[in-house]
């Protein structure tokens, strides 16, 4: 419904009610009708779904399954591995889910408790819950708007609507209809909203929409849309399920065969397990976690804090950054940046010269007069932004309203759209007018209106908010003046155009985003000129195909013509909660992967609905804190494109750990399948293998997440978010390897027997150490390791150095032998076993080398 279109009069009669409220008894009746007024939370998972959830995964029931069958058979060392491990993981990802679902209640803690109304023509206080359609609510300064209202009094009524609308202003109201149908909420002066909060005036206002059905109720709605995963999610659960089919058909496979062979069938099903352990990286899950738990705590150094662990990795991905424009671009506080005086233009450097003329002089008197700021003891000037931005300015240039005390006034009003102050001059009186230059002009003599207003015009292009000066002698002071008195025969002073300025660094983020691929977009609840102003100034328009659209020009838009433009789109201003949820979704069906900034109750579905949801920490509400993904300490953009270089760097170490644990499984899968076709009994057990996966596999590929970002991290484009963790060589790296430790591992095998040597801890020892050679070779896919150093990763080389001494421990220690079923090997079968492992790391060593080679031949020499 369009109550904003409508008068007073008709939105009464529509509603049944009058000026003097409700009766009780209209109000039960609506009451029962209508519910209470209270936002609803959707449907809530319980803890034990939550928890149970964390189960479905289809590798987690494999483990399960082969867990379960080796305490059947007797084998309850393996049984308790396997069920820690998942257990681990299943509380982990309880606890970050657990987190993610406190968006809606922050929501139902904005709701104020109490409401004065109208009823029966008595003004009662009376628990907001209660409020029905048709009430008349009185509102005044601190007032929290308790549910939509149409405004039926304003009395220099000013509201904050930064929460719902991103109007970084209280906004000024009143009472007339609005003639157009289709606003945006920040655009309904006549109305007020649900979880707003009266900063000035007073008035009163008939209540159009309660609970679910108010702005804030619509906005509850959206945040219960279903999250997307991210893309670390995707590769994994594809990943999973490839793996997982694997592994199925490998024991079955396997089990048939020896079957038919008339092999043991407790033997059969013993290997099968060790198969299905070989293939699966236990560790991978909690290596992840560790991860990406490590660079979070990283990036509280950044002045980012992250709420939920995968949007560490998310940030690599990042293709679109849609911003909020107050505070995360600009510094969100005004500032004088253009004078105008005697036709003359100053920018905010050269405001010195005012001084050198008397008007000049006497409008910088008029900025620091006719102020409503306040200078404290500390020298700080609280206030109003605009009157705080004025203030500065005078002071900048030595004067202060210390001293010239405000002897009368004549106050602001929405109407009149001026102030006038009264101070002491000499022997007689001035008024300092300020106020809306059109309005102003015509209370001003002697004036050229039309150029001064033209020089509106050039400043309002500008983005600029311009406020125009004036002044006048008076013989005595006035006991009671009034403007139609005292507002006449002005001498004009001059026009100050303010601005909410970009902050000086994000010009420069703004161009790493751009060489990095990262298409920056500005989405505000802010007027298209500001925007736009802002934008150029920026970088984020830089081309005559960057288009700016409005809210209200997206809704008259077509939707095949707007996911046409929509990458071609740089500003969107003045938009609605839905609509900022409809670019996010569109930007994401062109395949993109999408972070958003924000700070109010009308930003969290979006920052919900998006890739990575970026929370300002410092002006957020609680609803876009829980809603994100993660939080800006600073509100700062170019934070962001730091964070998305931090997140850049994880992925690649991901990457390279992901890499090295598949290789190391893929290796221990080759030595258990080929070794019996090769007539050599099965090389590894079941706790052989946990343990390299845990143990020998965990710490070194943990300690991989160390490595430094490459050199060239933000300046190659975002990777491709259906690119597969196999591409790039990685999955051939993955095989070749493997099959080359496998080899390794069963020739010494083959030899062992053939010699009567401990071949099963020679094979245990050969694999485990192959492993150390392999995570010291793949530290940098170009760099060879006597290039980089040993220590530029010294946890990598300490978990290394852990990895080999417990491997010595459970091969030499009595207490340790039986368990891990290991005997104690001989010198010389230590040294053989030691040479046989270094084989891998000259292979890959070697490999790295001959790609180096290939891309120097590739690339074109320059003159």
């Excluded at 109550?3 to 029962?32: D, F, V, Y």
């Excluded at 690119?723 to 020739?747: D, K, P, Q």
């Amino acid at each position: 419904m369009n109550w904003h279109a409508l008068s007073i009069k008709e939105t009464l009669e529509m509603l049944g009610t009058s000026r003097q409220g409700l009766s009780a008894a209209a109000a039960a009746e609506k009451l029962q009708e209508a519910g209470l007024n209270e936002i609803q939370e959707g449907k809530k998972r319980s803890i034990a779904a939550m928890l149970l959830s964390q189960f479905k995964d289809v590798m987690i029931l494999i483990l399960l399954a082969a867990a379960l069958i080796s305490g059947f058979i007797g084998d309850l060392t393996d049984t308790i591995v396997i069920l820690v491990i998942v257990v681990l993981n299943a509380i982990v990802g309880f606890i970050q889910e657990y987190r993610a679902e406190k968006a809606i209640q922050a929501l139902k803690k904005m709701a104020v408790t109490q409401a004065r109304v109208l009823r029966d023509g008595n003004s009662t206080w009376l628990p907001a819950t209660d409020l029905v359609p048709g009430d008349i609510v009185l509102l005044e300064a601190g007032n929290a708007v308790p549910a939509d209202m149409r405004l039926i009094k304003s009395v220099n009524l000013r509201v904050e609507e930064a929460a719902l609308t991103g109007e970084s202003h209280p906004v000024e109201k009143y009472v007339h209809a609005l003639p157009a149908e289709d606003l945006s909420p920040g655009d309904k002066n006549n109305m007020v909203f649900k979880g707003t909060f009266v900063a000035y005036g007073r008035g009163a206002g008939i209540v159009v929409a309660t609970g679910m059905q108010t702005a804030l109720g619509h906005i509850a709605t959206l945040l219960q849309e279903k999250e997307v995963l991210t893309p670390l999610q995707r590769r994994m659960l594809a990943f999973g399920k490839k793996l997982s089919l694997l592994v199925l058909f490998l024991c079955v496979l396997f089990f048939a065969a020896g079957y038919l062979r008339g092999e043991n069938m407790v033997q059969l099903l013993l290997t099968s397990i060790s198969l299905a352990v070989a293939a699966i990286p236990e560790a991978l899950p909690a290596v992840i976690t560790i991860s990406l738990a490590t660079a979070a705590k990283r990036m509280i150094r950044l002045n980012t804090l992250i709420r939920k662990l995968p949007a560490v990795e998310t940030l690599g991905a990042v293709t679109f950054i849609c911003t909020d424009k107050t505070g995360t671009l600009t510094k969100n506080k005004m500032h004088v940046e253009q004078v105008f005086v005697n036709t003359q233009t100053y920018e905010r450097s050269e405001l010195a010269m005012l001084q050198l003329h008397t008007e000049g002089q006497q409008l910088l008197q008029a900025f620091a007069l006719n102020n409503d700021a306040i200078e404290n003891k500390e020298k700080e000037i609280k206030g109003d932004g605009t009157e705080v931005a004025l203030m500065e300015a005078s002071r900048e240039q030595g004067i202060r309203a210390n001293g010239s005390s405000r002897l009368a006034e004549i106050a602001f009003d929405a109407n009149r759209k001026l102030m006038t102050t009264f101070h002491e001059s000499g022997d007689r009186f001035i008024a300092y007018t300020k106020g809306a230059p059109d309005i102003l002009l015509q209370c001003c003599t002697q004036v050229d209106a039309p150029a001064v207003l033209k020089q509106v015009d050039k400043m309002a292009a500008r983005g600029l908010r311009v406020l125009g000066f004036a002044c006048r002698y008076w013989n005595t002071l006035p006991e009671d003046p009034s403007a139609e008195q005292y507002e006449n025969g002005l001498h004009f002073l001059g026009l100050a155009g303010i601005i909410d300025p970009p902050r000086e660094e994000v010009a420069d983020a703004v161009a790493q985003c751009k060489t990095a691929g990262i298409i920056p977009v500005i989405i505000t609840g802010d007027h298209p000129v500001t925007a736009k102003t802002i934008a150029k100034r920026i970088g984020i328009l830089s081309s005559p195909h960057d288009l700016v659209v409005t809210g209200q020009e997206l809704t008259a838009m077509d939707m095949d013509i707007f996911a046409a433009r929509v990458e071609k789109i740089k500003v969107y201003a003045r938009v609605s909660p839905e609509q900022k949820l409809l670019i996010i979704k569109a930007l994401q069906q062109k395949g993109h992967y999408v972070a958003m900034t924000g700070d109010g109750v009308n930003d969290a579905p979006a920052l919900k609905r998006a890739n990575i949801g970026i929370a300002m920490g410092i002006t957020g509400t609680d609803v876009t804190k829980e809603a994100a993904d993660m939080i800006l300490l600073d509100d700062n953009f170019s934070t962001i494109v730091k964070a998305v270089k931090e997140g850049r760097r994880v992925y690649d170490n991901i990457l390279k750990f992901v890499k090295y644990l598949m290789t190391t499984n893929s290796g221990e899968l080759w030595t258990l399948l080929l070794g019996p076709f090769l007539g050599l009994p099965v090389a590894l057990l079941p706790i052989h293998i946990l343990w390299i996966n845990l143990v020998s596999d965990g710490l070194p590929a943990i300690s991989l997440s160390f490595e430094k970002a490459e050199k060239d991290i933000m300046k190659r484009p975002p990777r491709q978010p259906q690119e597969s963790i196999f591409s790039n060589g990685r999955g051939a790296h993955m095989l070749w390897v493997g099959l080359l430790m496998a080899t390794i591992a069963l020739s010494a095998q083959g030899w062992a027997i053939f010699a009567g040597l401990h071949w099963q801890t020679i094979v245990f020892n050969v694999v485990c150490l192959s492993q150390m050679g392999h995570v010291l070779a793949i530290r940098s896919e170009k760099q060879s390791l006597f290039r980089m150093g040993l220590l530029s990763n010294k946890p990598l080389l300490g978990a290394v150095l852990i990895a080999f001494t417990l491997q010595v421990a459970v091969t030499y220690t009595p207490l340790l032998q039986p368990v891990f079923h290991t005997t104690t090997l001989s010198v010389k079968e230590f040294i053989i076993t030691g040479i046989a492992s270094t084989l891998v790391f000259i292979a890959v060593e070697i490999e790295k080398a001959i790609k180096g080679n290939r891309k120097l031949q590739t690339t074109p020499r320059t003159n």
